[in-house]
């Protein structure tokens, strides 16, 4: 077991004892890090028998072990890679079991990744076993894990995940099996001392770390991010909601504030929970509370959310369509408190963010502070419809090509197409309320090498068949980037916003758009 917590600027190298024939369950990791490297010898006695990290592009969990020099693949590998996207500043529990016949990888207590083996693993390492980096086949260190580890357990049996799960977040384990426990208590020093009591103290080699206070470790599940509700529909909505440790979803609901019968669960561990309710009535209203399998988290009167009417229906549509909304200004939150008394409280009926949520690089900290801890009022009942902007691509040409973002985590939207056609894109999307059908554009992210301005983009031509086969009355479009302004921005001569205005502006009267709306640029 490993709890850790990744941090760009900070790398921790600590090597400790080697254990023979350890089968491992690692620990909690808070990371968003590169993966630990691996130079290995095959077949070679010198090589890394066991390894646990991320993988440094893709930032997901990976493993792999050796084989003996005998059987059907003599020294060779066994790797596996998870499938859940590891983010900085997020601790995260993450464990690999090996047994006669299985090896597995589990995060959070759920599995991600598995496969057969049938050869047994190389045991004569000569290496020390090593916590933060790796050693290659020479003995020296191989690149070092950029973030926090908070504890490390290392048993000498396979772990059922029932086991795993019990064992999260427990300190003070006392078992037979248990080989070694590395619970990094010290707040100075080298000697990083084992609690298990069998005597395997390790030493941290070299100047590249730190002691830092870790947050509580502890199995009291709390809410740390208030509900918001995510891609609703006339029968089916998403709520979404964060806890501090990793846990079951259960969502209550009913039509009927005083009781609350229905259920929606999700067994599986997590801490950001996404639960999808489904076969519900349009344009009802309805209740709902939160919380796992053996805890209720939250249950009060704002737990509500009313579903659009069905699509064609010509209901009045209360849409509020912003833009920069989340720059931690004092002014965020006069606009957002005068929309509340203006509304008299009530919630709208669809909320679109043009771009930039979370000032001023995206992250996952800057989306709580200037974002979900400002609006939780009113995410907890309408669903919000984001997209992204520079800031919430971090102002980065690389995220912008590969949208590795937190934006892509946090949020579910429509991508399988209402009245319009499916984009298969969080940063690019159509949905429908009543008789409006809005579409929501990315500006800044590149796909293929092309942005949404170049008509031959996949977007750009997704775009023009959407609006093709769209059946509503209006049709509103959001983006970013205005084709016309004079405020911060000069539409005369930024080439971006004179390719908006000249190839994607046609597109929309084209087809008869009637608003268009963008984040503002500042006068």
Wanted: net charge positive; with cysteine; glycine share 6%.
């Amino acid at each position: 077991f490993v709890r850790v917590r990744s941090r760009p600027p900070t790398a921790t190298s600590r090597k400790l004892p080697s254990i023979a024939d350890a089968k491992m369950s690692t620990p909690r990791k808070k990371s968003t890090a590169k993966t630990f490297p691996r130079i290995p010898a095959e077949a070679s006695p010198a090589d890394i028998n066991y390894f646990l990290g991320i993988r440094e592009k893709s930032f997901l969990l990976c493993a792999d072990f050796d084989t003996t020099t005998g059987g059907s693949n003599p020294g060779g590998n066994n790797p596996i890679t998870g499938t859940t996207r590891i983010f900085q500043g997020l601790w995260y529990h993450a464990a690999i079991t090996l047994s006669n016949t299985t090896f597995s990888l589990y995060l959070n207590g759920n599995l991600e990744a598995q496969r057969s083996i049938s050869t047994a693993p190389q045991s004569g390492g000569v290496q020390p076993f090593c916590i933060g980096s790796a050693i290659n086949s020479t003995g020296s260190s191989a690149g070092s894990f950029k973030g926090s580890i908070s504890e490390v357990r290392v048993w000498n049996t396979a772990l059922s995940e029932s086991s795993l799960r019990a064992n999260l977040f427990k300190r003070g384990l006392s078992s037979t099996n248990l080989v070694v426990r590395y619970p990094f208590n010290q707040t100075t020093g080298t000697l990083i001392a084992d609690s298990s009591g069998n005597n395997r103290n390790g030493n941290i080699q070299g100047s590249l770390y730190s002691w830092q206070q870790a947050s509580p470790f502890t199995d009291q599940l709390v809410l740390t991010r208030e509900p918001y509700i995510q891609q609703s529909s006339p029968t089916s909505v998403t709520i979404a909601w964060r806890t501090n440790i990793p846990s079951t979803s259960l969502i209550r609901y009913s039509l009927n504030w005083q009781v609350l019968p229905d259920l929606a669960t999700d067994m599986n561990y997590y801490t950001d929970h996404f639960v999808t309710i489904n076969g519900l009535e349009p344009g009802r209203k309805y209740y709902y509370s939160i919380g796992s399998d053996s805890r209720l988290l939250q249950r009060d009167t704002n737990n509500q959310f009313t579903l659009p009417p069905l699509q064609g229906s010509k209901a009045k549509t209360v849409a509020w369509i912003t833009g920069d909304a989340g720059t931690g200004l004092a002014a965020q939150s006069r606009v957002y408190q005068a929309f509340l008394a203006k509304m008299n409280n009530a919630a709208p009926d669809v909320w679109i963010n043009c771009g930039n949520q979370a000032y001023s690089s995206g992250s996952d900290a800057n989306y709580q502070q200037n974002f979900y801890n400002l609006y939780a009022t009113t995410l907890k009942k309408t669903a919000f419809w984001p997209l992204p902007g520079e800031k919430d691509y971090a102002t980065d040409t690389v995220r912008q090509d590969d949208h590795f973002i937190p934006y892509n985590h946090l949020f579910r939207v429509s991508q399988s197409g209402t009245s319009g056609i499916a984009s298969g894109k969080k940063e690019y999307y159509s949905f429908d309320h009543g008789d409006v059908h809005f579409i929501c554009l990315d500006a800044y992210g590149e796909q293929n090498n092309k942005r949404l301005y170049d008509t031959t983009s996949t977007q750009a031509v997704w775009l023009k068949n959407d609006l093709a086969a769209n059946t509503s009355t209006w049709k509103v479009v959001c983006l970013a980037l205005p084709p016309h302004t004079m405020g911060s921005l000069n539409s005369d001569n930024d080439n971006a916003l004179i390719r908006i205005r000249e190839n994607i502006t046609p597109i929309l009267e084209r087809y008869n758009v009637d608003l268009v709306d963008r984040k503002r640029t500042r006068l």
